[in-house]
């Protein structure tokens, strides 16, 4: 086992890296994501309530029901004044994603039908949640002034267009489905290929780098050793630190969430974890045959970790991606773990034969990448020889 | 005469291993002067001191007679160094790192495109100027790393180790290399652990070991130092004891050995004395088969004062 | 000297391939994926119309105009409708060949496998149509003369509101994306810079050694680096300006202030390289603490994940105020936000000021340059 030893001994001088992407995820985990998470396991960040603050000048019936309106809407922050400096300051550190301002004579103008001029909206250019509170205030006035023109007087419009605004479509959905936003159970397993490639590339690439050396490797190939036992051992090697990370997630993974998962999501989850670990180890060693250099292999690890992430699905749901990219993506293993992860979250029996399918996928897709691998070597070889 | 180098009672200490102790050095203009000592004596700590790149814990150190610091730039360029480890660009040329080096010293750009020419062909690199250091072979890259250090014409040149793993053709190239540019004046200072090299250059010489300054003096100065002037090996196959005793009683003898079948005389001073030891074989009917006469080298110099060998 | 250290600061750096291209593709990767995965939300086709399934329970006139309304060929259609069975309906469903079913009754109603994006979409067309059915049914018990006037002023679209923007920039969520893009390839160049300065140390390198020893001060050899490395980085970021631009992402007007902003995030980034570098000697450890600090800076910055850099303002702003990587993309921000230049140009000093004194304090670790060990 000295060839496993000494793999051991130079990863241990990588751990860093390693450990730095544990401290990070564990960061967001325990810092960020848990505390933010409210007790219907949702998180905060992913609702759809705008921040905006309000200066009413007119303080109308009709003004003070948009306030309203607006208040059992979205969440309203308190800024000092409405002087532009501090609109910008407010909007800038994302304090407020809004901010309304009706001005005295509302109520007067909006019946001679120039309320437009009266009521103004800040923000910025283009922001998704700017036009999501557009659109909502504009669908409320609107809806008052068709009770107004219809010969409703500003009291009655106020409270109808409040009643409308509590209309509802019902939403069946089957039983045991996950309603809320992303949690963050969702959050611990989805990010997970990011994570693990990048983790895996950046710390374990170099120690491959090392052994590969010509010289070390001529060395040991000198050596009474076996070809074949060395390559096995640094495979071993390479599987063991693997092994090591997911058992860490798994247990970690267990012990925070597992009010939230049942025994079966969990197996499902943990297997599906040591899929995509697969093809983080996959990617590693073929990293290691594209490059020699490590400042190569740190940008690599990110472009090919950030970039996968980006196009199957890791930072930005599966459905918000176009049909063309998700067909790219059907080439991207982690498109398929976040697949798997999406019908874990909702799990029943009969999903199970596909999450099956899922998974095969990803280990198919780490076969594969290293058979692109031993192919980029044999040519490295041939090339040298040649 | 000026003095080149001066060093005077220079202590370096890495934590508790002292690396020089006490440590005298003189070095007049236009020597060839050679430090020896075996690896780890502190040769190369002496040098990096002397260069200013060291932080030493005592002692003075003068250069062309100025105190030596990180920003004598005046003195630094004067100053040429060939390193123990090559030191050039992997990603310049041949041509470039030379054009690199030589102007960090000279500024003006005539002289300095003179100037390089003149080192490579001083090196004998003319077809590899286009070349890239990843394809030279060892000795070449030696001698790319001996430009770069000499190119814009140093008063005063270090020589740390250069012929380390270097093949027989370059090493003497860059010997004789040695020689010329110190015939065109410049100083210099060697360091090695191979005595031929050493006696075969050097005016004078500091052996060192342990951070100590063991003896120094020209060549001929330090081996009249030891006691030893000739040794005499002969292949005996059979010797009876009372032989070896008649032997030690031979004029100018001041030790006999004998085992492996080899007779070994040691002489101090006398001469023929091979002639006298071959005789009292004969006379003696003693069969002997090879016989050796060396002459005291500067290892027996170092044998005889540290108890050492130069090399282990 | 100065221009000679220059010019072969240069010619090391650019001759160093693999490195410069990673570097260059880094951003350009980035930037590629990132407008695929954000492709169609660029362009206004915001989605295709969704296949549903409609049940019909029991008779709602107004609801079936509705979903008439919504099916209506043409660019603004919404939904595409089979009208089915229940148990075929349900079968659809399972099947994925329809997202939701739509069930027509007194109080309409829907059923979708998950709560996807699309089924939201459904869930707020839906709920506004309703709307305007309860106010249009509101206005006929009272008085059903108006209600030809009532539907023709909820329909009519009229805005309601005047929009101001604080000014001309463009701030989409997906163009922020780019920035960060931006700022992590600006800090990433602390990995080149890194490397660079190890190779002016003299018990970092042999090659550092000989460095040491020519007649000159360390100020001008950093700084000659420095502003090599700049010059490289700085087209690279002008390169993937360029192809971003020429790809469609929309950056706003002020090309030269993005240009600037740019210049001094490059400048952070080699900056911070080069202090790590003159302080942790071993070249490994160096680069490590490099891709660790950037990573950190990126993380603090909100490049990876939202929303950390507002609990960051909410707790220690001053934070916010130092992290080279949120000062970049804030840059970027504060074009956007601000019609006076006041923040941007604050930005900008503090990174400008930051290179400074980071190489400052470089100059200051490597000037003493007589070493305790080699």
Not at chain 1, 78 to 107: F, M, P, S, V, W
Not at chain 3, 106 to 116: H, I, R
Not at chain 3, 353 to 361: C, E, F, Q, T, W
Request: glycine fraction near 6%.
């Amino acid at each position: 086992m000295q060839v496993f030893k000494l793999y051991m001994k130079i990863l241990n001088k990588y751990r860093g890296q390693i450990i730095m992407y544990i401290g990070i995820f564990a960061g967001l985990m325990f810092g960020f994501i848990l505390p933010s998470t409210d007790n219907n396991g949702a998180t905060g960040f992913t609702e759809s309530t705008v921040k905006y603050a309000i200066f009413d000048y007119d303080n109308s019936v009709i003004s003070k029901g948009i306030g309203k309106f607006l208040k059992d809407n979205h969440e309203i922050v308190e800024i000092e004044n409405d002087e532009k400096e501090t609109i910008q300051d407010a909007l800038y550190n994302q304090k407020i994603h809004c901010a309304i301002r009706i001005n005295e004579g509302y109520e007067e103008d909006n019946l001679e039908g120039n309320g437009k001029d009266s009521l103004e909206i800040y923000r910025i250019n283009g922001t998704t949640k700017s036009v999501l509170m557009e659109e909502d205030i504009n669908s409320f006035i609107t809806i008052i002034n068709t009770y107004l023109g219809a010969g409703y007087d500003s009291k009655e419009a106020v409270k109808l267009a409040l009643e409308a605004q509590k209309v509802s479509v019902k939403v069946n959905l089957p039983e045991g489905e996950d309603t809320s936003g992303q949690s963050a159970v969702q959050f611990f397993f989805r990010y997970q290929p990011w994570m693990f490639i990048a983790m895996c590339v950046c710390g374990i690439t170099p120690v491959l780098i090392i052994l590969d050396k010509k010289n070390v490797r001529e060395r040991i190939e000198c050596s009474s050793y076996k070809f074949s036992k060395m390559n096995l051992e640094i495979i071993l090697g390479v599987l063991v630190t693997g092994f090591a990370i997911c058992a860490l997630f798994s247990v970690a993974g267990v012990i925070v969430f597992h009010s939230e998962m049942s025994a079966m999501q969990a197996v499902l989850y943990i297997i599906n974890m040591f899929c995509i670990m697969a093809v983080a180890l996959a990617i590693t060693f073929l990293v290691g045959k594209l490059t020699t250099k490590e400042q190569v292999v740190s940008l690599l690890a990110n472009i090919i970790s950030l970039g996968m992430a980006f196009l199957s699905g890791v930072f930005v749901p599966i459905e918000l991606l176009s049909d063309t990219i998700i067909k790219v993506a059907h080439f991207l293993p982690a498109y398929w773990y976040e697949l798997a992860v999406t019908d874990i979250i909702n799990y029943q029996s009969d999903k199970l034969a596909r999450i099956i399918q899922y998974m095969g996928i990803q280990v198919l897709f780490a076969i594969a990448i290293v058979i692109v691998g031993v192919a980029v070597s044999r040519k490295r070889l041939v090339n040298k020889s040649a | 005469m000026s003095k080149a180098i001066e060093v005077t009672n220079l202590v370096k200490r890495y934590k508790e291993l002292v690396a020089l102790d006490h440590f005298n050095l003189d070095i007049e203009e236009g020597e060839i002067f050679g430090l020896l000592g075996p690896n780890g004596s502190g040769k190369t700590t002496t040098i990096n001191c002397i260069l200013s790149l060291l932080d030493y814990d005592k002692g003075e150190i003068k250069v062309f007679g100025k105190n030596m610091r990180p920003n004598s730039y005046d003195i630094k360029k004067d100053i040429g160094v060939i390193m123990q480890n090559v030191a050039v660009f992997d990603e310049l040329t041949v041509y470039d790192n030379i054009d690199y080096f030589c102007g960090l010293y000279i500024k003006d750009k005539k002289t300095r495109e003179k100037y390089v020419e003149e080192a490579i062909e001083f090196v004998g690199l003319e077809d590899y100027k286009k070349f890239l250091p990843k394809k030279l072979s060892g000795g070449l890259l030696r001698r790319l790393n001996i430009a770069c250090g000499i190119s814009h014409k140093p008063k005063l040149i270090f020589f740390d180790e250069p012929t380390v793993a270097v093949d027989p053709q370059s090493r003497n190239k860059i010997l004789e290399g040695i020689t010329r540019l110190n015939e065109q004046g410049a100083t210099i200072v060697y360091t090695s652990h191979y005595m031929e090299e050493v006696e075969q250059l050097c005016t004078r010489i500091l052996i060192m070991d342990r951070g100590k300054n063991v003896a120094m003096g020209t060549k001929e100065e330090l081996k009249k130092m030891i006691k030893n002037t000739e040794t005499i090996t002969v292949e005996i196959p059979l010797l009876e004891e009372k032989h070896i005793a008649e032997i030690e009683k031979l004029p100018h003898v001041y030790e006999v050995k004998y085992d492996n079948n080899r007779l070994t005389v040691c002489y101090s001073g006398g001469k023929h004395n091979l002639v006298r030891v071959l005789e009292y074989f004969q006379n003696n009917n003693i069969g002997f088969g090879r016989v050796y006469s060396e002459l005291p080298t500067l290892n027996d110099v170092f044998l005889e004062i540290t108890g050492k060998e130069l090399r282990d | 000297m100065f221009f000679h250290n220059f010019k072969y600061s240069l010619k090391t750096t650019l001759k160093n391939k693999n490195t410069i291209f990673w570097t260059l593709i880094f951003p350009i990767a980035l930037g590629t994926f990132m407008y695929l995965a954000f492709g169609n939300l660029f362009e206004d086709e915001m989605f295709d119309a969704i296949p549903v399934s409609v049940v019909v329970e029991s008779e709602n006139k107004t609801f079936e105009e509705t979903l008439k309304q919504l099916d209506k060929k043409g660019e603004d259609r919404i939904i595409i409708a089979t009208y089915e069975s229940k148990e075929k309906a349900k079968k659809s469903l399972e099947d994925e060949k329809v997202e939701a079913i739509i069930y027509v009754d007194d109080k309409p109603y829907m059923e979708v496998l998950s709560n996807s994006f699309k089924a939201t979409v459904l869930k707020t067309v839906l709920e506004e149509y309703e709307k305007v059915n309860k106010v249009v049914g509101d206005i006929g018990e009272k008085n059903p003369l108006n209600i030809g006037k009532a539907v023709e002023t909820i329909t009519a679209g009229v805005q309601q509101y005047t929009s101001k923007t604080t000014s001309e920039g463009n701030q989409d969520v997906y163009t922020s994306f780019f920035y960060a893009i931006f700022a992590m390839s600006c800090l990433f160049a602390a990995l080149t810079a890194n490397q660079k300065v190890h190779s002016i140390q003299a018990n970092a390198s042999a090659l550092g050694m000989r460095r040491c020893l020519s007649p000159n001060s360390k100020m001008i050899t950093v700084v000659a680096e420095f502003l090599s490395l700049l010059l490289i980085q700085f087209v690279i970021e002008l390169i993937t300006l360029g192809y971003l631009t020429v790809l469609g992402v929309d950056f706003g007007e002020h090309y030269f202030l993005i240009m600037l902003v740019l210049l001094f995030g490059a400048s952070i980034g080699i900056s911070l390289g080069i202090l790590i570098g003159a302080v942790v000697k071993n070249e490994k450890k160096s680069e490590g603490i490099c891709v660790a600090s950037m990573l950190f800076l990126s993380v603090l910055a909100d490049l990876m994940i939202g929303g950390i850099k507002y609990t960051i303002e909410q707790k220690v702003p001053i934070l916010n105020r130092i992290n080279p990587a949120t000062l970049i993309a804030d840059s970027f921000y504060a074009l956007n936000i601000y019609d006076t230049y006041d923040r941007y140009i604050r930005n900008i000093a503090t990174l400008g000021g930051m290179s400074i004194a980071l190489i400052v304090i470089s100059v200051l670790v490597l000037r003493r340059n007589k070493y305790a060990s080699l």
